[in-house]
């Protein structure tokens, strides 16, 4: 009988030691190199609100701004914060740092900002970290991860683990924190399961109040708003996040989804700090508005373009998956065999 308590003891043991070795072998340590740049940062770059026709003044449109770039290694060169984000607009939001639940991502922080400018943090959302890596500031209390002065640098540490699995905001929390958000200090943490498949497409939709204006990722009104694209027999899915201090519900035309309930949505609210994801298969070609279903919010500014493409020639095979909104199929893995961007570091 004690020879047999032994032998199941073991197995229990060699069994919890496999997954434990399993579950390192796929982890990853990802470092993501991120610099506080300031700008002058424009929030209607095309200068007018086509549905209005009003046309706006470079005193309304251009504001000094201290945004998040990324960068390559040792903030070198400054790099795209997105990979697949509309294009030409960039700079807000901050780089889309994307893992999966066990990975370890180092971000490495410097503000480079003048001397004699302001102090800048980082404080991430929904994954695991030890206080020096908060960078939330409390006086008395916190340490330089939370003020990061100018010419200075922190690397935060954080950790992917099972309850990260979603969407997460970061943000400035440095002592001007306030004015840093309202300038664009804030980014998206995309946290998907080990074994799960990127989308095709992954947008990032900040909604935010600055300068009097309501804004999709610091900008206001159509054109100058992102125009995310995608084709049919994509996957895609919107990363929405909300920062400030109104609520707002999120809503693309033509379109729709399940939540944890299997009901199906097309608007769905979201307060101050509050995130969610949602994916669907592209089924039809079209351009569609995505906004803020708040009316006084999308008249001043807070919608944008959505425009689907026909698939590809070649790839004209159809996803299964049922329509827009129901759980779609794994989308086929991207170019490169994993993302996160460690790639291009």
């Given amino acids: 009988?004690?020879?047999?308590?032994?032998?199941?003891?073991?197995?229990?043991?060699?069994?919890?030691?496999?997954?434990?070795?399993?579950?390192?072998?796929?982890?990853?340590?990802?470092d993501v190199w991120v610099a506080a740049v300031p700008v002058r940062f424009?929030?209607?770059?095309?200068?007018?609100?086509?549905?209005?026709?009003?046309?706006?003044?470079?005193?309304?449109?251009?504001?000094?701004?201290?945004?998040?770039?990324?960068?390559?290694?040792?903030?070198?060169?400054?790099?795209?914060?997105?990979?697949?984000?509309?294009?030409?607009?960039?700079?807000?939001?901050?780089p889309l740092i994307r893992a999966r639940v066990g990975d370890t991502i180092n971000v490495h922080f410097k503000n480079l900002e003048p001397a004699g400018g302001r102090a800048h943090s980082m404080h991430f959302h929904g994954v695991r970290y030890p206080p020096s890596s908060d960078g939330a500031f409390v006086p008395g209390v916190s340490g330089p991860d939370a003020e990061v002065k100018p010419g200075q640098s922190w690397t935060y540490r954080l950790r992917a683990i099972r309850e990260s699995e979603g969407v997460w905001p970061y943000h400035d929390h440095a002592p001007d924190m306030h004015h840093a958000i309202e300038e664009g200090m804030y980014g998206a943490l995309s946290i998907i399961g080990r074994k799960d498949r990127w989308p095709d497409r992954e947008f990032v939709v900040v909604f935010n109040s600055t300068h009097e204006f309501e804004t999709i990722n610091n900008r206001a009104f159509i054109n100058n708003t992102p125009t995310f694209r995608a084709r049919v027999g994509e996957v895609v899915q919107w990363d929405v996040l909300a920062l400030g201090s109104a609520h707002h519900t999120f809503h693309v035309h033509g379109h729709r989804w399940l939540d944890e309930n299997h009901t199906p949505l097309d608007t769905r609210t979201i307060g101050?700090?509050?995130?969610?994801?949602?994916?669907?298969?592209?089924?039809?070609?079209?351009?569609?508005?995505?906004?803020?279903?708040?009316?006084?919010?999308?008249?001043?500014?807070?919608?944008g373009l959505y425009k689907v493409a026909p698939a590809a020639k070649g790839q004209r095979r159809k996803r299964p998956g049922g329509s827009a909104g129901q759980a779609p199929a794994p989308a086929a893995p991207p170019a490169h065999s994993d993302d996160g961007h460690a790639h291009e570091h």
């Fill in 1 to 30: 009988m004690q020879k047999t308590f032994s032998w199941i003891r073991n197995l229990l043991l060699l069994t919890t030691l496999w997954l434990a070795t399993a579950d390192v072998a796929h982890a990853v340590q990802r």
């Fill in 272 to 303: 101050p700090a509050e995130s969610f994801r949602v994916r669907w298969t592209e089924r039809e070609p079209g351009t569609w508005l995505y906004h803020c279903h708040r009316e006084d919010h999308m008249s001043r500014g807070m919608v």
């Fill in 42 to 94: 424009d929030f209607m770059p095309w200068g007018r609100d086509p549905i209005s026709g009003k046309t706006f003044t470079a005193e309304q449109r251009f504001a000094p701004a201290t945004i998040y770039r990324r960068t390559t290694r040792n903030w070198r060169r400054p790099l795209r914060n997105s990979d697949v984000s509309s294009l030409p607009r960039d700079g807000v939001p901050g």
